[in-house]
């Protein structure tokens, strides 16, 4: 990832776990993601509009299409580590929204699969990501697939294997 090179912020958990975060706070969902040589772009669908009781509704869903430069990244993860520290590590992953923690496991297994760049989408809690990979014999993509119940499993798996 270009975003943070030589700095030690430079890994996926944590950059996507703060746009999950964001996610979580506009409330967007079945969203597409891809990396830029600048950041982002991200693709979703949003409720517009205000929302009444539960037999009203005034919103309604619209796609947006927002680009986080590396700027807004940086302050996303700074925003989201200022918020967890006020709350203190007891509320750090109990308190963390869907997408913030579904976000945070897919980046740290990308991580560990070590992409030159990456694009994923989600419907309805499943992933396909596809990743842009360097080997010996030259550049190459890799898919894989995760459903909701595999992105369950790592949510659940996820406080045991926290870095430290």
């Known amino acids: 990832m270009r975003i ?9 958990e944590e950059v996507l776990r703060s746009i999950g975060a964001f996610l979580d706070q506009r409330g967007m969902h079945d969203v597409l993601l891809v990396e830029a040589p600048d950041g982002f772009i991200l693709q979703g669908i949003a409720v517009e ?5 539960w037999s009203e509704s ?24 200022a918020r967890r ?21 897919l980046g740290r297994w990308i991580d560990e699969q070590k992409p030159r760049d990456i694009f994923y989408f989600e419907q309805e809690g499943a992933y396909v990501v596809r990743l842009h990979r360097v080997g010996p014999t030259g550049a190459y993509h890799m898919l894989a ?3 909701k119940d595999d992105i369950e499993a790592m949510i659940a798996q996820a406080p045991q294997a926290r870095r430290v």
């Open 85 to 105: 520290n006020a709350g203190g590590a007891a509320t750090d992953w109990t308190s963390a929204g869907y997408y913030e923690k579904s976000f945070r496991v």
């Open 49 to 53: 509009g205000e929302t009444g009781t």
């Open 58 to 81: 005034a919103g309604h869903q619209v796609k947006e299409t927002l680009t986080f430069l590396d700027d807004d990244i940086a302050r996303f993860m700074e925003e989201a580590l």
């Open 4 to 12: 943070y090179e030589g700095s030690p912020r430079q890994d996926y």
């Open 145 to 147: 697939e995760f459903t």
